[in-house]
Nanobody, 115 residues
């Protein structure tokens, strides 16, 4: 099992920035990909950023150039730096871990971007 705890969400004006953090614990040695997904009201959850070893990153087109995913292996942390936020980025953001034994999600942290 892998446990994921997100933090850092909140309310921000359009054009502002937020940094989300995700603390991973449990069977982290089996994790192969870490990422962030989001789910807006009435929409399906979508993965917006992912990072693999050795730090290859992928982004959804909607956030490319604005969001940056990073990881600190020593602290078992993953981060999502979100810049130039838009109202369309409003959603609950979830940390994701894909391991050889399962796919895990955190409880989520809400992000609201006001116009």
């Amino acid at each position: 099992q892998v446990q994921l705890v997100e933090s850092g969400g909140g309310l921000v004006q359009a054009g502002g920035s937020l940094r989300l953090s995700c603390a991973a614990s449990g069977s982290i040695a089996f994790i192969r990909v870490m990422g962030w997904g989001r789910q807006a009201p009435g929409k399906q959850r979508e993965v917006v950023a992912a990072i693999t070893l050795p730090d290859n990153t992928n982004y959804a087109d909607s956030v490319k150039g604005r969001f940056t995913i990073s990881r600190d292996n020593a602290k078992n942390m993953v981060y999502l730096q979100m810049n130039n936020l838009e109202p369309e980025d409003t959603a609950v953001y979830y940390c994701n871990a894909k391991s050889i034994v399962g796919n895990y999600w955190g409880q989520g942290t809400p992000v609201t971007v006001s116009a």
